[in-house]
């Protein structure tokens, strides 16, 4: 521990060694003679070994300086760690210039001996990636796996005779579905198969809100602007229950759009699997009972509050299409008002004698059956943009009714089962107190009772199901409401500014016409003149120029 501390302390004359030495040195002459007093020789042997201990240059520790004496207190490996942190967070540039990279960062050891611990190397700043930036937004992988649907429904003609006439459309479809034979395809469709795949498909679904068909009509059913919008109507249709993710995978779906001989094949179908009835549904197939039982008790807060608001949206939808019609109507009194204005006009254009009258007259009658163009195709328009999507969700909001009461069906058959599955174990219970007289009966009231309690858990699972189907079928009904209603009314409102556009334009340029300088030629039109025949054709002509001639 001395020698560690300070070897070359003024204040210790001697280390332990020396000590040991010179003792040894003295014992000696001591055991042949008396001890002397004197202590001379251990200072000239102690001090060529603090001489040669302190001031050898050659030594481990190098000569002793007074420059040099703090820089040998610093252990070496802390200071260059320190360091080495300090030079990698120092700016590189303000330091040495810089060289090329080195890939092998093959280097003269002397330079880094002199140059101390090695910086990391740069790195290049990421750069955006081409295909990256003109690629497409990503979608998921279930929208991207999702069919796609395109389904026009046009071509409507009148076919039969007196007693069995009707309209045929032509249903055209193009898909990605690889569940077709084609991915285009085209049918010929009535009315009635429209309706055929309506009830056929909510009777497949409980639950699930299809869009259903225009309702009938026995009146007027073959008029041009009723016929088409039946039309639109019809295709609107088909085209929401192609993009519904359940119904869209429907088997009667494809039956409907694929079928060349759809009577034959639904007639076969019918036949092979026959469609359980609305009163018994999916419910009916399973062999459940379903109850009528007394009123229904929603139970539930959310579907009662939601029963309620569509009862509300189904009264003011209907107040909104009776104002609809009402204001259709008297577009076309105003069609028709128009359409007499100008016979008038006409009429006393041709008795008018003056044309600096009879223009104006004949050109303001040709401008009152332009105006009544205009009022019959605004009529029109408002019936096909927005009448017909108040038409379509009453209608959907008597779909959403139907899933109601099929959920309410899907009750009373869960209790209806679950009274059945207590009878059965009531009779069970009561074999059992008999004793094992009557074994056989006994079991078979026992696989009686495991299959009404398979039933009741059936049941419940359906009514389970379907309300939160239910639940997010309302969810979709509420979204695409708004996106309809939206963009109904901003069509409504483009096509009335259109109309208004078109009406000023007509009478701008009658009012021009009206102000021109000359009034009498501002709405004058040139007889009709046959054209004679060119001069010299006839024979008093040739006869004026032979005497012409003559003279001359």
């Not at 077709?180 to 049918?187: L, R």
């Not at 039109?525 to 054209?531: T, Y």
């Amino acid at each position: 521990m001395d020698v560690e501390e300070s070897p070359w302390a003024e204040s210790q004359p001697t280390s332990q060694p020396e000590a040991a030495a010179a003792q040894s040195t003295s014992a000696t002459p001591a055991a042949s003679s008396a001890p002397r007093p004197s202590r001379g020789p251990r200072r000239i042997v102690a001090q060529p070994t603090r001489l040669e201990a302190v001031d050898d240059p050659l030594g481990p520790l190098g000569a002793v300086s007074d420059d040099a004496a703090p820089a040998s207190d610093a252990p070496p490996v802390p200071p260059q760690k320190e360091q080495m942190v300090i030079r990698t967070t120092m700016p590189r540039p303000q330091q040495q210039p810089r060289r090329p990279a080195d890939p092998h960062r093959i280097e003269d050891d002397d330079m880094e001996a002199g140059r101390g611990p090695r910086p990391p190397p740069p790195v290049d700043p990421a750069t955006p990636s081409s295909v990256r930036a003109s690629s497409h937004p990503s979608v998921s992988i279930e929208e991207a796996a999702k069919p796609t649907f395109h389904i026009s429904v046009g071509d409507p003609h009148k076919v039969g005779d007196l007693t069995s006439s009707h309209i045929v459309y032509s249903v055209r479809t193009k898909t990605t579905s690889k569940g077709y034979k084609q991915p285009e395809f085209e049918v010929k469709r009535r009315y009635r198969d429209f309706l055929w795949l309506y009830n056929t498909l909510h009777s497949n679904n409980p639950g699930i809100v299809v869009p259903p068909p225009p309702e009938k009509q026995a009146v007027g059913r073959f008029d041009s602007n009723f016929v088409e919008s039946r039309r639109a109507a019809l295709e609107k249709m088909l085209n929401k229950i192609a993009i519904h993710s359940t119904l869209q995978h429907d088997s009667d779906l494809k039956l409907f759009l694929e079928s060349e001989a759809f009577n034959v094949d639904v007639k076969h179908k019918e036949r092979k699997d026959p469609l359980p009835s609305e009163s018994k549904g999916m419910l009916g197939s399973w062999g459940i009972n379903v109850g009528g039982g007394s009123k229904f008790v929603e139970q539930d807060d959310w579907f009662h509050e939601r029963k309620v608001y569509l009862d509300a949206l189904e009264n003011q939808l209907k107040s909104l299409l009776k104002a609809m019609e009402t204001m259709v109507g008297q577009r076309k009194m105003m069609a028709e008002a128009a359409g007499d204005f100008s016979a008038s006009l006409h009429a006393l254009s041709t008795v008018e004698l003056s044309p600096s009258l009879s223009g104006p007259l004949d050109a303001l009658s040709e401008l009152q059956l332009t105006i009544k163009d205009v009022y019959d195709r605004q009529a029109q328009q408002d019936v096909l943009t927005f009448g017909i999507i108040i038409e379509e969700y009453i209608r959907l909001i008597g779909s959403v009714k139907q899933a109601f009461g099929q959920r309410q069906r899907a009750f009373y058959s869960w209790h209806s089962a679950e009274s059945e599955m207590q009878k059965k174990k009531a009779s069970q219970d009561k074999l059992l107190r008999q004793g094992k007289s009557q074994q056989d009966r006994l079991n078979q009231v026992g696989a009686e009772v495991s299959e009404a309690e398979r039933k009741v858990h059936q049941a419940r699972l359906l009514f389970e199901d379907m309300g939160r189907l239910l639940r997010s079928e309302l969810d979709r009904f509420e979204k695409e409401k708004v996106e309809d209603f939206k963009s109904g009314v901003e069509t409504f409102l483009e096509s009335a500014v259109e109309a208004q556009k078109e009406l000023i334009e007509k009478w701008e340029t009658f009012l021009m016409q009206l102000d021109a300088e000359d009034d009498e030629t501002a709405f004058y039109r040139p007889p009709v003149i046959q054209q004679s025949k060119p001069a010299g054709d006839t024979a008093i002509d040739r006869a004026r120029a032979t005497i012409n001639d003559d003279s001359d």
